[in-house]
């Protein structure tokens, strides 16, 4: 099945013509659970990884065996999905309780190095906005689970560009790190969908006159909605309260939903490649190469809902029945910083070092 986002409710380059210069394409991934295989692009699924060539590590000095172990995290979610709208057995209780924080792997020296996570593989046939380096056509994302790297005490996060024809034998079994700080930072494994939608800049990063146009116009929306619902049309003019009551409603129905740019014209909520960096919780902020200096977009973003009740006018048709499915509003169970993570890539030169930013 693919998945497909909803026609925006207004063609917004034809509202504001200027917004042309604004516009970027971004491929939404739209994972859901399933077991991919290692030739197609995934979430946390088995990677296209040669047998002889070392898996990554974090060398990084940090505890490493503190944590949630990944087989509770995963027997954790497969309990939580089977047990839905029914109360626990008493196994499901006991294998529960058993499930704690911990310092799973006492030996395990802060200075060991450990497997990174396989948290993503992606393939440019299936991903239309993956650009990277010239000639490869795999990137393959691994993080190391712990929030205690860099400035930000956050997650590290590895990119591997590859070219998938020069791969001949597959690693197997693939190794993982055996506790993960928090258990959030831990996908589940998903197939994804991909679909490339057009988005436009952040409102607050477009031009000041472009800005006030487009305020302006949600400001006229807004008072159309008050006059409704101050219009004298009372039920004083109605012959019956049932015949008022069928009129309100079919104006209900009749009126567009509430529409916005932020929520509804500009950037997609959910995993995706390319497009735009959403700042609704920051002011914007510039995430500039720092080796050559130039502007990186952002290559990946990782984000904890496939849409919110803001956004939910981007949920996929076919998914219309599901919206109150966790299995399709957050499928992949991750949640980093206040739910948002972005990888960005330098435009010039993608082996110049990526940089994170966050939401
Ligand atoms: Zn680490
Ligand atoms: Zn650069």
Redesign the pocket.
Known sequence: MTRTTPPRPLDVEAAFPALAAHRRTTTRLHPRHGLPGVGESSVAGPLLWPADEPWPVCTAVHPKGTGHLLSDVRLYRRIQEDARGREYTEEEQRLLDGMTRADHVPGLHDDAPVPMLAVAQLYAREIPDLVGPEGQDLLQVFWCPFEVHGDDRTIDVVLNWRRSADVGAVLMPQPEPPVAGRTQCVPTTCVVFPEQVVEHEYLGLLEGELQEQIDAWEEGLLDEEQEDETDPSSAASYATYEEYASAMAAARDAEPEEISYMSDLSIAPGWKVGGFASWHLTDPAPVD??????A?PPLLTVDMWECDGASRGWLPIEDRDSENDPRVIDPTDVYLGRGLMRVHT????PA?PHRLSFQ
């Open positions: 190469c720092g080796v050559c200096g130039a990186m330098c435009p010039t030169d110049h």
